[in-house]
């Protein structure tokens, strides 16, 4: 049921082509409407906010659930930003627009994943400061960078595939993370894990492993999702 | 680009949503340089079968192929071959005219002539002066004309056309005509919908009534003969037209 | 219907034979006491539950090749079933744990990864739910049922490492399991069995119920009702 080309036929856009034509369309529309990084930037330090009121302030406590506080906080705002990154295509019937193109349907999803992934990114370096500054924590941590640049794209990666079911489903806003948390797990643990590791100022050997476990994740399901993504968005 | 394949031939064509049949083994075949012009009422199969010819719907049953290519395998393919006008724009609403314009035809792998390509195509449907209005400022008028340049941009041989008359107004409409007169002198081949007989019958070669998911009537059209039409339409479908 | 009746009574002889094993054959542990011989219960519905999502996993695979909708039903009987072990084996074991380790709940790797299994399993069925009926559904579902699958491992990975990081208070009951009288082994065989058994009828009955549930609303449709 794969796609395939005779050759000498007319191609689509070269893969490259196609994924940063559909990127260049998110940012360029993300830039025009910032209906994704501004709203959710202003959700996450909200709950960043509530956090510090509901935690007691003695900072040994602080230290132990600060990493959990923070990956509440990220998981939130990326199971919005997945939620709008589809939303905005079915607004206009964008996303069958997209699949009228004679481009790989796995292209489309680097694209739209790709999307996802650096709004999620720019959502979490915004907050990171805020976050470090409230519960006075170092900023400065470059094993912290590679967890949150890692984990991150291992949301993006299944949470693409789900957002492009929930945005057909009744339900959608509560179906998403229904679908994303179970099967996000693994990166949530890993990476509230690594990240109390690097806040207890241990060496980048003592958590290596649940790096290692955050990059098998990000590769098996970049492939898995984009070699399922047809079913998903075909109808 | 016409092909000694026809335009179109779909045989035995079912398509099923959920439990609900809406194409019911459909038989048809178009050749090149023919516009079709497709009437029937709400429900009974018109725009399903515009989408599973345009590749964006699986057929459940049946046999189809567009010029030749077996669209179940070869639906990328196919896709260069077909533009496609529904009732959504599938135009990015904060997007500007020539954006859109330019992002599909990157799409279609126009990457150098990209910008030419949105150009020409939005030239040919009188949207110079909007180029660069976001699509959201736009009367639906003009998104209507700005979508047909979507669907003509990487001159595909097959066009189809989801009740284009809705939304557009006398210009466009005429703009409209001009555009099928010229793509079937080129060869191409169209497939129109629509509830308006004479205009229908105007613009098209031939005129086919679809019905319970499956083609009733099909015959050249005259438009002079639009009162016979109206008749023979009631005596398919039990309803007017 | 044969295979079902067949099916139903081979369940029915096994789960009989697997009780009185239970309560009139299998000694009593002398550490854990009574209250181990819910294991034979715990176990099975845990590895059967394990069995079903596998299932789910090879006909959604099947499906996306084939198309099949027998495939398709076998994979939603499956995760149906499958939750409903899972379910009855989270319970079985918090009923355990209370008496045995105080708590009804531990973050053991083998309950956390059966926790995010079964919530995986019941998306599965909220999708199924709510995804436009038909096709759409079955693609979307038989999409997670590969993703969930694939999970499994990693989740239990994850689960492993972040006990050791948070040992727990409390000891766990496969510790024990090694040291397995054989009357103990030969109980839990049977029950495994019986088990095994009862979920074979249970999908036999459940997929031909779905496949006659479709057929009712074709024919609904063709008869012109709906």
Known sequence: MSEQRAPGAPTGASWWAAILAVLWKDLLLESRTREIVTPIVVFSLLVIVIFSFVLDPNPRLIESVAPGALWVAFTFAGILGLNRAFALEKERGGMEGLLLSPVGRDLLYFGKMLGAFLFMLVVEIIMLPAFSAVFNLPLVEPGL?????????????????????????????????????????PVIIAAAEATRAVYAGDSFADYSNWVGLIAAFDVIFAVVAAATFEFIVNE | MASTHPAISAAGLAKRFGNRPVLRGLDLELGWGSVLALFGPNGAGKTTLLRTLAGLTRHSGGALRIAGLD??????????????????????DDLTVAENLRFYARMHGLGATAAERAASAAGALGLDAVMNARVRTLSNGMQKRAALARAVLHRPPLLLLDEPETGLDQDAMLALEQLLARHREAGGSAIVTTHG????????????????????????????????????????????? | MTLRMSLLGLSAALMLTALAMVFFYAPTDIVLGVSQRIFYVHVPLALVGFLAFAVVAVCSIGYLWKGSERMDNVAYAAAEIGVLFTSLMLITGMLWAKPAWGVWWSWSPQLTTSL??????????????????????????????????????????????????????????????????????????????????????????????RRQEIQVERMRYIYGEA
């Open chain 2, 197 to 241: 007989v004479e205009q229908g019958l105007r613009i098209a070669d031939r005129a086919a009534i679809i019905h319970n998911g499956r083609i009733a009537y099909d015959a050249p059209a005259d438009a002079s003969d639009a009162d016979d039409f109206r008749r023979l339409y009631a005596e398919h479908t039990g309803a007017s037209l």
């Open chain 3, 116 to 209: 995010i299994l079964w919530f995986l399993y019941a998306a599965y069925l909220m999708l199924r739910a709510y995804a436009p009926p038909g096709e759409t559904a079955a693609r979307y579902a038989a999409v997670l049922g590969i993703i969930g699958f694939i999970d499994v491992p990693i989740v239990y990975m994850a689960a492993r490492w972040w006990r050791d990081l948070h040992p727990n208070k409390v000891l766990g009951p496969l510790a024990e399991e090694s040291a397995l009288e054989p009357p103990m082994q030969l109980t839990f065989l049977v029950s495994i069995l019986a088990f095994t058994a009862l979920f074979a009828w249970l999908m036999t009955e459940r997929t031909e119920l």
């Open chain 2, 71 to 92: 669209i179940a395998g070869r639906r990328a393919d196919a896709r260069h071959l077909v533009g496609v006008v529904m009732h959504q724009t599938f135009l990015y």
């Open chain 1, 145 to 185: 960078w590679l967890v949150i640049v890692l984990a991150t794209f291992g949301f993006a990666t299944v949470g693409t595939a789900f957002a492009a079911m929930a945005v057909n489903t009744r339900a959608r806003e509560i179906l998403l993370p229904v679908l994303f948390f179970p099967v996000a797990a």
